[in-house]
């Protein structure tokens, strides 16, 4: 397997920017680049998802929100969750991947000429 095709598919399957760690080590501010802020945006996602849930699991238990797919998915909904932050949050991580694999083939062809 290429160098460069192990990296893209590290970069993918694994983090992006942890290919280029694996194709160029003692390069690794390149990799950085793609890996802090899909590390940052995954971060404030998880972040976000966990206080929503605790909010939910607390109104569940509580009683005030009924035990209902329906009632919860509203819930979810209407909590603003979907905001302009997580948004942009989930595109970095999109970005961040899509631009890493590309990234690390190229690289690891423009290094193989």
């Not at 990296?7 to 802090?36: D, E, T, V, W």
């Not at 509203?74 to 991580?93: F, K, M, Q, W, Y």
Request: proline share 5%; with cysteine.
């Amino acid at each position: 397997m290429q160098a460069s095709t192990k990296a893209a598919l590290i970069s993918a399957l694994i983090f992006p920017g942890l290919g280029h760690l694996a194709l160029q080590p003692r390069r690794g501010k390149r990799g950085l680049l793609f890996l802090a802020p899909a590390v940052v945006a995954v971060f404030y996602l998880i972040g976000s998802v966990l206080r929503l849930t605790d909010q939910l699991l607390a109104e569940l238990n509580s009683g005030k929100l009924p035990f209902d797919p329906i009632a919860i998915t509203e819930r979810i909904h209407a909590s603003g969750i979907d905001n302009p932050l997580t948004n942009l949050a989930s595109l970095v991580c999109l970005l961040c991947w899509a631009g890493a694999i590309a990234d690390a083939l190229w690289l690891g062809r423009r290094t193989q000429n």
